[in-house]
């Protein structure tokens, strides 16, 4: 396992953007996460707006002058949207065509069709995975609430029983999946390779979301034993379409970029000569703009189409599907100016120098961190973001497979037990008709459970490869 290590990174030090000790640098750190917190919080500001003071006080705290830290802020907010923004557009647009055509309707209903009884969580579990794939969060929650409210209903199960599956498999894509913002940021941030995040991803996230998918519904819905509420149960989408996209075709169209950003790994590992043709070409094809942007063309196709939309359908779902967005991007956009202000403060090298005589693993020392921002956040987005920033120096002594793993310690961090500061926790509470207490104990455990596997998982991943 990978142990915390200065001296090789000597030579790659960013010139901090401030002279202040390690104390003030502490302090700045703190303060500038406080302001975040207390201005989400109390203040109910926008999450942009946040990160932008937040960013702005950390480097007034640190003592570093105005003018440079606008400067890191703005060009780590330009860095960060600039790798991932039309990522997420992409995604966002290939998640619309998902839902507005049927194809998520057609996904559901056809597994449903060929589950009953014990296997109904086990189904419920990988609709969501499936779904989630090129969703976010919020939209999955959106997109599935149906679904698990008119399955328990007609069915007669526990609400929770078929409920924590499908929630558990959003968030696990949602934490350690790319292309999801918080992944692909990370990804950006310690300059992981995509491909063996991804398989790494899929490793650890398979036993994760059965333990707190499909194991752990068991018990919540013993601790909360609530009917679906009828009020919630919404209209689908392909109740007003004329037909609808296949299973095969949906499913294909879903997965084509996973097999894509897949497949260069695989062959980055077996040719390994960045000159040879065939390398060359699957790192044209294997990368997520154009593995995404191949999906989304091919989905306007196997999907829009297959619906009977018109070009004048597929171009007004596209427009629709990128509004939503304006505020993740500019969210996602601050946290990467939040971190570069980090890192241009020394606060990077700040932990190494601090926990260079310690014997902590730096995968934990990166969970532990995003569990931190995780908890006075509230966002798994910002906690993933901050963290990487943090802990980014540690990568540049790592293989390249511990610096995938690092990413997915942080994606692992940053679902720990989401609470009232969270807009999930509240999605969750009001789709699902809980009190407070009942989300807790089973959202909020239902995500530590996510949180502290998944870890668990990385840790013990460090060990062999």
């Known amino acids: 396992m990978t142990r915390l290590s200065v001296e090789s990174l000597a030579a790659d030090t960013v010139e901090p953007i401030t002279s202040a000790g390690h104390a003030q640098l502490g302090i700045a750190v703190l303060a500038g996460i406080a302001v975040i917190v207390l201005l989400i919080t109390q203040f109910k500001l926008h999450a942009f707006l946040a990160l932008t003071i937040g960013s702005l006080a950390l480097g007034a705290f640190a003592g570093a002058p105005l003018d440079k830290a606008i400067v890191s802020f703005t060009t780590g907010l330009g860095t960060t949207v600039a790798g991932v923004g039309v990522l997420i557009a992409l995604g966002a647009i290939l998640g619309k065509l998902l839902a507005d055509s049927g194809g ?5 209903d056809t597994i449903l ?3 009953g009884g014990r296997a109904m969580p086990w189904a419920m579990v990988l609709i969501a995975s499936v779904i989630g794939l090129p969703l ?3 939209v ?3 997109l599935l609430i ?5 399955v328990a209903k007609r069915g007669n199960y526990s609400l929770m029983r078929i409920g924590i599956p499908a929630l558990a498999g959003l968030s696990v894509m949602h934490g350690l999946i790319p292309p999801h913002p918080g992944p692909l940021v990370a990804i950006d941030a310690v300059g992981a390779n995509l491909g063996l995040t991804l398989a790494l991803g899929i490793l650890v996230a398979i036993p994760t979301v059965i333990i707190a998918g499909p194991v752990f519904s068991k018990y919540a819905a013993r601790w909360v034993d609530v009917p679906a509420p009828d009020r919630m149960i919404p209209a689908r989408a392909s109740e007003e379409l004329e037909k609808r996209p296949g299973f095969g075709a949906t499913i294909a169209t879903m997965l084509l970029p996973v097999v894509l950003m897949l497949a260069k790994a695989l062959v980055d590992i077996v040719v390994d000569d960045p000159t040879h043709r065939v390398q060359r070409v699957f790192d044209v094809i294997g990368s997520p703009l154009i593995a995404l942007l191949a999906a989304v063309i091919v989905g306007m196709f196997t999907l829009g189409r297959a619906a009977g939309f018109t070009k004048e359908r597929l171009s007004t779902t596209v427009e629709k599907s990128l509004a939503p967005i304006a505020g993740i991007l500019l969210i996602v956009g601050a946290g990467g100016g939040f971190k570069q202000t980090l890192i241009d403060s020394g606060v990077g090298q700040m932990i190494l120098d601090i926990s260079k005589d310690w014997s902590i693993p730096a995968l934990l020392l990166a969970w532990l961190i995003a569990v931190a921002i995780r908890l ?3 966002s798994a987005t910002v906690a993933t973001i901050s963290a990487a920033g943090l802990v980014a120096p540690l ?5 390249t497979a511990h610096v995938s793993l690092l990413v997915l310690a942080i994606g692992a961090g940053s679902l720990f037990f989401s609470h009232v ?3 999930g926790f509240w999605l969750v509470k009001e789709y699902f008709g809980l009190n407070v207490g009942q989300t807790i104990k089973t959202w909020s455990v239902m995500e530590t459970i996510i949180s502290v596997v998944a870890g668990g998982l990385v840790l013990l991943l460090s060990l062999v490869i």
Not at 104 to 108: C, Y
């Open 104 to 108: 998520a309707d057609q996904i559901v």
């Open 113 to 115: 069709a060929k589950a």
């Open 136 to 138: 976010f969060f919020e």
């Open 140 to 142: 999955g929650i959106v």
């Open 146 to 150: 149906p679904v698990v409210l008119m």
């Open 376 to 378: 006075a956040t509230g």
């Open 395 to 399: 990568a540049a002594d790592m293989s």
């Open 421 to 423: 500061n969270d807009a």
